[in-house]
C-alpha cells in the first residue's frame, strides 16, 4: 500500500492496480475497506489504473479527525486526487462510499468522465431510526445525535461491542445475515475481510454522517437537500441486486430519477456484495462501462 499525508494531518492510505491511463477511483463501503475490492485486480486490463484509498478511520488510513459527513471523505480522496495530478479520471463507490463517489462526481463534473454506483446509499441519506422495546424501529422517531447512535441496541452497540471485543464471529454473523446472503467467500479470504473490518474506528460518527448526507432537492427529515445530485455529468452506471437486504431498491430508484446525466441500471439476482455474488460478471460490467 502507498499513503498520503493530508492537510489536516490524517494519512490516507490506497491501493493501486494497472498502470493505464484510464483511471477509476474506487472507493469502498462502511464496515469494509480497499481490500474489499481485492478480486478486482485479476481483472484489470494493461490500459487500466484502479486507485483505492483506505477511507480516514478505516483500513490503514489514519483517524486524527472526526468524521461528520461524508463531505469530510470526500474532502480527503479529492486531495489525494489532486496530489496523484489526476485531470481526468472516474470514480465509483460500493454503499457509502458511492454517496461520497457522488459528491466527487458533482463536485468535480468536469473531471470526472463516469461513475459507478455499487449498491450505493441513496441521496437523501440513510437514516436510523429508535427503537422500542421489542427493537424494532419506530418509524416515525429519528435517532439524531451520535449520543443516541452510539447507544442503538440493534444496528450499531452490537457492532461497536464486536470491534471492542475482536468478535469476528458476531460480526460474520452479521454479514451473513445482511450482505453475505447470495454466496460467501472462501474462509481464508472471508477471515481476512474480518480482520480489515475490525480495523475501522468511526463506526458511530460514519453511521451519523449517512443520516445526514442529503444531496436531494428535498428535505430528508434531518437536514434540507442541497441539490447537488444535479450537478452530476458524467455518464453513470448504477448496480443494484434484488437481494440487497442493506440499501432498499427505493433508494436506487431516487438516484435514477433525480439524475440527469445519462444513466444504466444493471440489476439481477444479487445481495449487498456482487464481488462476491457475481464477482467475474461485475468487475468486467465495471471495466467494460469505464472503457466505453
Given at each position: 500500500?502507498?499513503?498520503?499525508?493530508?492537510?489536516?494531518?490524517?494519512?490516507?492510505?490506497?491501493?493501486?492496480?494497472?498502470?493505464?491511463?484510464n483511471?477509476?477511483?474506487?472507493?469502498?463501503?462502511?464496515?469494509?475497506?480497499?481490500?474489499?475490492?481485492?478480486?478486482?485486480?485479476?481483472?484489470?486490463?494493461e490500459?487500466?489504473?484502479?486507485?483505492?484509498?483506505?477511507?480516514?478511520?478505516?483500513?490503514?488510513?489514519?483517524?486524527?479527525?472526526?468524521?461528520?459527513?461524508?463531505?469530510?471523505?470526500?474532502?480527503?480522496?479529492?486531495?489525494?486526487?489532486?496530489?496523484?495530478?489526476?485531470?481526468?479520471?472516474?470514480?465509483?463507490?460500493?454503499?457509502?462510499g458511492?454517496?461520497?463517489?457522488?459528491?466527487?462526481?458533482?463536485?468535480?463534473?468536469?473531471?470526472?468522465?463516469?461513475?459507478?454506483?455499487?449498491?450505493s446509499?441513496?441521496?437523501?441519506?440513510?437514516?436510523?431510526?429508535?427503537?422500542?422495546?421489542?427493537?424494532?424501529?419506530?418509524?416515525?422517531?429519528?435517532?439524531?445525535?451520535?449520543?443516541?447512535?452510539?447507544?442503538?441496541?440493534?444496528?450499531?452497540?452490537?457492532?461497536l461491542?464486536?470491534y471492542?471485543?475482536?468478535?469476528?464471529?458476531?460480526?460474520?454473523?452479521?454479514?451473513?445475515?445482511?450482505?453475505?446472503?447470495?454466496?460467501?467467500?472462501?474462509?481464508?479470504?472471508?477471515?481476512?475481510?474480518?480482520?480489515?473490518?475490525?480495523?475501522q474506528?468511526?463506526?458511530?460518527?460514519?453511521?451519523?454522517?449517512?443520516?445526514?448526507?442529503?444531496?436531494?432537492?428535498?428535505?430528508?427529515?434531518?437536514?434540507?437537500?442541497?441539490?447537488?445530485?444535479?450537478?452530476?455529468?458524467?455518464?453513470?452506471?448504477?448496480?443494484?441486486?434484488?437481494?440487497?437486504y442493506?440499501?432498499?431498491?427505493?433508494?436506487?430508484?431516487?438516484?435514477?430519477?433525480?439524475?440527469?446525466?445519462?444513466?444504466?441500471?444493471?440489476?439481477?439476482?444479487?445481495?449487498h456484495?456482487?464481488?462476491?455474488?457475481?464477482?467475474?460478471?461485475?468487475?468486467?460490467?465495471?471495466?467494460?462501462?469505464?472503457?466505453?
Open positions: 500500500m502507498k499513503s498520503y499525508l493530508l492537510k489536516n494531518g490524517d494519512t490516507i492510505a490506497y491501493r493501486e492496480f494497472g498502470q493505464g491511463s483511471i477509476m477511483v474506487l472507493i469502498h463501503g462502511n464496515m469494509s475497506s480497499s481490500f474489499h475490492f481485492d478480486v478486482l485486480e485479476k481483472y484489470v486490463p490500459n487500466v489504473r484502479i486507485i483505492l484509498p483506505d477511507m480516514r478511520g478505516f483500513g490503514e488510513s489514519s483517524y486524527k479527525n472526526e468524521v461528520n459527513s461524508l463531505q469530510d471523505f470526500a474532502d480527503d480522496i479529492m486531495e489525494l486526487i489532486n496530489y496523484l495530478n489526476i485531470k481526468a479520471y472516474s470514480v465509483g463507490g460500493w454503499s457509502t458511492g454517496g461520497v463517489a457522488m459528491l466527487i462526481a458533482s463536485q468535480r463534473n468536469e473531471q470526472v468522465k463516469k461513475l459507478v454506483l455499487i449498491e446509499v441513496g441521496i437523501t441519506g440513510y437514516p436510523i431510526f429508535k427503537k422500542d422495546s421489542s427493537g424494532q424501529p419506530i418509524m416515525n422517531a429519528l435517532i439524531k445525535t451520535k449520543e443516541e447512535l452510539s447507544q442503538d441496541p440493534v444496528q450499531v452497540l452490537p457492532i461491542m464486536a471492542k471485543n475482536r468478535d469476528k464471529e458476531t460480526l460474520k454473523t452479521i454479514w451473513n445475515a445482511l450482505i453475505y446472503t447470495h454466496n460467501q467467500p472462501e474462509e481464508s479470504a472471508y477471515d481476512l475481510y474480518l480482520e480489515d473490518m475490525l480495523k474506528r468511526n463506526l458511530v460518527d460514519v453511521d451519523y454522517a449517512l443520516m445526514y448526507f442529503n444531496i436531494s432537492d428535498q428535505h430528508n427529515g434531518y437536514v434540507e437537500g442541497s441539490g447537488d445530485i444535479k450537478q452530476i455529468k458524467a455518464d453513470t452506471l448504477i448496480i443494484h441486486g434484488y437481494r440487497d442493506v440499501v432498499p431498491m427505493q433508494m436506487r430508484d431516487n438516484i435514477v430519477s433525480a439524475l440527469t446525466c445519462n444513466k444504466e441500471v444493471y440489476k439481477g439476482d444479487w445481495g456484495s456482487p464481488f462476491v455474488d457475481i464477482e467475474k460478471e461485475v468487475c468486467e460490467k465495471i471495466l467494460s462501462f469505464i472503457e466505453e
